[in-house]
């Protein structure tokens, strides 16, 4: 990467220090300007004193001062600096009371950056003036890092914004295509369901045809407030802003209202939130050759967000239905005592007990990840975040427990299944 000009303005700063405080006649900060295995090091003049110097080239660069330099050897891939390159390799070999000429590797953690040379005409340098010197290259190498990585850390931030705009466009685009067929499927719900009759078998599906979509609907008009930042909220990825820390990310998936931190919570009919998820889970299991029990009684309301609720039970019955082999049973069973409870119990082959205490982590899927069905992981990561933001609980057990099961004339099986429970608040009376 290029040197910055505060790098070049600090290298100055400090040959103009030497030629002024110590009297030096040259003094040439070099840097090494390509590393290839095996070939020999170029070095590039980034700041001199004096700038007028006749060691100028009309290149803008500047050459080597006319004493003798010892070469450098040359440099591998790793730029380490070999065991017998040492000061005095790289300086002359007369007597300090006779060295009118420094030169000094500029060395971090063993990697040699560049050179500092300095020469003086009319004197010899004192041991106090070296140490002086040394330490001007020391705090140059140390600054050249600083200013590699600084300008690194830049790149890298710029191709991530560029990734992140390249991102949010594609998603734009995605939903931009997914309204269409969305809205073609809703109709179509709605034409079916005028042709059939009321008492139609298949007009409750019809009915849940329009509801998803509705449903579908609401997701994507989240999805249209979360990722409609508009032109003054993204910057460009060439140009970034870092004084204000709110443009230092855009957001790539929306935070919507099912995971606000402020829910509102409200009395709430668990019937009244089962009943059309139960109408959509048994067409499902119908077309898997599942069977769905149910036990839901009239209870006392629950405290509770009805939008978030839904999206709980919805988690946890698709999850039922999908993993739950054919021929298998959904049981889903309500009851009451100090609070109210929502159970959701398959007969399906269960959950590994090494995968039960990271199972509400985000993208986790355990054992699921190696099958093809598939998944995000992140279904009951965000039915914990809203069942905690409602002030209720769920649990996991598997082997499924046998107070789930709804036909309780019939012994549920050993050792198989699983259960979900959701623990809600009771309303007040």
């Known amino acids: 990467m290029p040197t910055s000009s505060e790098f070049v303005a600090l290298c100055r700063s400090q040959v103009s220090l030497l030629g002024q405080t110590f009297g030096a006649s040259l003094s040439v900060v070099y840097l090494t300007e390509e590393l290839v295995e095996g070939a020999e090091t170029t070095l590039m003049a980034i700041a001199a004193y004096p700038e007028s110097s006749s060691s100028l080239e009309k290149s803008g660069h500047l050459a080597l001062p006319s004493a003798d330099l010892p070469q450098l050897p040359a440099k591998t891939a790793s730029t380490e600096l070999p065991d017998t390159v040492t000061q005095e390799t790289l300086s002359p070999a007369n007597s300090l009371a006779e060295q009118r000429q420094f030169v000094l590797p500029l060395v971090h953690e063993g990697m040699v950056l560049g050179l500092l040379v300095t020469e003086r005409d009319d004197r010899s340098w004192t041991n106090w003036e070296r140490s002086q010197i040394e330490k001007i290259a020391d705090t140059l190498a140390l600054a050249c890092v600083m200013d590699q990585r600084a300008q690194w850390l830049d790149h890298t931030h710029r191709q991530q914004r560029l990734s992140q705009t390249q991102q949010h466009d594609v998603l734009d ?26 008492e139609d078998a298949n007009r409750e599906v019809a009915t849940s045809i329009v509801r998803e979509s509705d449903r579908l609907q609401e997701l994507l008009l989240q999805f ?7 032109e003054v909220d993204l910057i460009s990825p060439d140009e970034p802003d870092f004084s204000d820390p709110s443009k230092s990310a855009i957001p790539l998936l929306p935070a919507g209202v099912l995971t606000a931190s402020n829910l509102t919570l409200e009395l709430c009919a668990i019937a009244e939130i089962l009943q059309p998820l139960l109408v959509s889970a048994r067409a499902i299991a119908q077309d898997k050759t599942l069977t769905i029990r149910t036990a839901i009684p009239e209870l006392p309301l629950v405290i509770a967000n009805s939008g978030a609720l839904r999206e709980v039970l919805s988690n946890l019955i698709d999850n039922a239905l999908k993993y739950t ?30 995968d039960l205490p990271r199972l509400f982590e985000r993208h986790y899927r355990g054992v699921q990840a190696e099958t093809d069905i598939p998944g995000t992981g992140l279904g009951l990561a965000i039915a914990r975040r809203l069942i905690e933001q409602m002030q209720g609980e769920i649990e996991v057990f598997s082997p499924m427990q ?24 009771k309303g007040e009376v």
């Open 173 to 198: 685009n995605l939903l931009h295509q997914f309204r269409n067929p969305l809205t073609a499927l809703r109709t179509f719900g709605k034409l079916l369901l005028r042709r059939l009759q009321p």
């Open 325 to 354: 082999p054919a021929g298998e049973q959904i049981h889903i069973r309500v009851d009451a005592d100090d609070r109210v409870a929502i159970r959701v119990s398959d007969t399906g082959c269960g959950i590994p007990s090494q």
């Open 402 to 425: 046998a107070d789930g099961w709804v036909s309780q004339s019939d012994q549920p099986p050993a050792n198989k299944g699983t259960t979900f429970v959701v623990w809600l608040r």
């Open 224 to 230: 249209d407030q979360a990722i409609d930042l508009g």
